[in-house]
C-alpha cells in the first residue's frame, strides 16, 4: 500500500486512492466473515483458593506507555507528508520512503517478536520507545539528505515492529483468556486515546512552533513511554520475584 499509494496519486489522483483503500477494505470485510472463532477456556480452579483473579484490567504503566507512544506515532507521521514535501520530496519518493519503513517492519515484528521472548515484553517495548525517539531526532536533523533518511527509515520499521509485536503479546497474556477480549478492548482504548491526542497535537504545534518543535516534542513523549515500560519491567520481575520466594 505505502510503495503504490504514491504512484497511484501521482497518476489518477488522490481520489482514486481512495476508491482503490475502499475495495480493500471491503475484501477484508468478506475474509472476516469466514474466520473461525475459537471458545474460551474457563479459567482453572484452584482448590486452596477457588477460581484464578483473572479480572484486573492492564497495568496502569502499560496503558501509560501505550498512550504516550502513540500519541508521539501518530503527532509525527500526521504531518510527516508535510515535513517531507518542504525538501521537494515528491509523492511517489514520500511514500516509498514510507514503504521502506514498513517493508522493514514485516521481518522485524518477528525478530523483536522472537527477542521479546528471550528479554521479556516490557524490555522490547522500550526498545520501541526509545528508537521511535530517535527516529524523530533523525527526521529533525537528517531529512534534508535522502540517503541518511533511508537510514532512519531503516530504524523507524524496527522502532515500530518492536512496540507493537510485543504490545499485542502483552495485552493477550496478561490475565486469563477469558478475559482477553476486554484487555483487548481497553488495550485499544488506550491506543485510541494517543491517536487522538496525537492527531490534535502534530498540526496545532506545527501551526505554533514549527517542524522541529514538534520532532523534538514527539521525541520526548517517546522517552517518557520507554520509561513507563522499564519501570513496568522492573516492577513485574520484582513481583515474580517475591512470589517465587514464598513458601
Given at each position: ?23 480493500f477494505f471491503l475484501a477484508a ?214 512470589h517465587a520466594a514464598l513458601p
Amino acid at each position: 500500500g505505502a510503495l503504490m499509494g504514491g504512484r497511484l496519486a501521482d497518476a489518477f489522483g488522490l481520489s482514486f486512492i481512495y476508491i482503490v483503500c475502499g475495495a480493500f477494505f471491503l475484501a477484508a470485510m468478506m475474509a472476516a466473515l469466514f474466520v473461525r472463532e475459537v471458545r474460551a477456556v474457563p479459567a482453572p480452579v484452584d482448590p486452596a483458593g477457588g477460581s484464578r483473579k483473572t479480572g484486573a484490567g492492564l497495568p496502569l504503566l502499560f496503558l501509560a506507555g501505550v498512550g504516550l507512544w502513540t500519541m508521539a506515532h501518530v503527532a509525527s507521521t500526521s504531518m510527516w507528508p508535510n515535513y517531507m514535501a518542504t525538501f521537494g520530496y515528491s509523492k511517489t519518493a514520500i511514500s516509498s520512503l514510507w514503504s521502506l519503513a514498513a517493508m522493514i517492519e514485516f521481518p522485524a515484528m518477528y525478530i523483536t517478536g522472537a527477542l521479546s521472548d528471550v528479554a521479556g515484553r516490557a524490555v522490547m517495548l522500550a526498545a520501541g520507545g526509545f528508537g521511535i525517539a530517535l527516529v524523530q531526532i533523525g527526521y529533525m536533523l537528517l531529512a534534508q539528505s535522502l540517503p541518511l533518511l533511508l537510514g532512519v527509515q531503516v530504524l523507524r520499521g524496527f522502532g515500530f515492529g518492536s512496540y507493537t509485536a510485543s504490545s499485542m503479546t502483552f495485552a493477550a497474556e496478561f490475565g486469563g483468556q477469558q478475559h482477553r477480549g476486554s484487555r483487548s478492548g481497553l488495550f485499544n482504548a488506550a491506543g485510541s486515546a494517543g491517536q487522538l491526542a496525537g492527531s490534535m497535537l502534530g498540526g496545532n504545534l506545527v501551526q505554533v512552533a514549527g517542524f522541529p518543535a514538534l520532532f523534538a516534542v514527539c521525541s520526548t513523549i517517546a522517552v517518557a513511554s520507554a520509561i513507563c515500560f522499564l519501570v513496568l519491567g522492573r516492577r513485574g520481575s520484582a513481583a515474580m520475584a517475591e512470589h517465587a520466594a514464598l513458601p
